[in-house]
């Protein structure tokens, strides 16, 4: 399968937002989360934020970049009925290459959940590296738990 990157919309903010994923990656569900809901929103048309579709037009999933000085973060999601389908590291090799080809760091940075090992098998199988196990805080008070993985690229 091949992804290609586009601008980001109010139609793909909408497909996304009825998004649900099985147990336990129901945590993942967009529309489970107000501030999920709020940053999609206003990721429309952003010059960070990338829809990526395959090669029949189909929204396969997002990019959500945030470019720092020597380092992008990334937060990207597939959709649901493509998950664990062995599409993973392809998916995550083309966000490296848009990042690499747009911004040109030293290295990727993401975060996931550290029981997520699906995802995570797919990150290392794409160069990213297990990292350091850390906790945040949310707005409405909620503390969870991260696992921050690094690819680099120099």
């Known amino acids: ?30 529309a489970s989360d107000p501030s999920e809901v709020d940053g999609l929103l206003e990721a429309i048309d952003s010059p960070t934020w990338f829809a990526v579709e395959d090669d029949e037009g189909s929204l396969v999933g997002f990019l959500d970049s945030r470019p720092g000085e020597d380092e992008v973060e990334v937060g990207f999601g597939m959709r649901p009925d493509l998950t664990g389908r062995r599409i993973g590291p392809s998916f995550v090799e083309a966000i490296v290459d848009q990042v690499r080809e747009r911004w040109d760091p030293a290295r990727v940075t993401l975060d996931v959940f550290p029981w997520n090992e699906r995802a995570i098998k797919a990150y290392e199988h ?22 921050r993985m690094t690819r680099p690229l120099r």
């Open 126 to 147: 794409a160069g990213f590296v297990r990292g350091e196990v850390y906790e945040r805080t949310f707005e409405d008070g909620q503390v969870r738990t991260f696992l």
């Open 1 to 30: 399968m091949r992804f290609i990157f586009r601008s980001f919309t109010r139609a793909d903010a909408d497909a996304i937002l009825m998004w649900h994923y099985e147990p336990p990656y129901d945590e993942y569900d967009p």
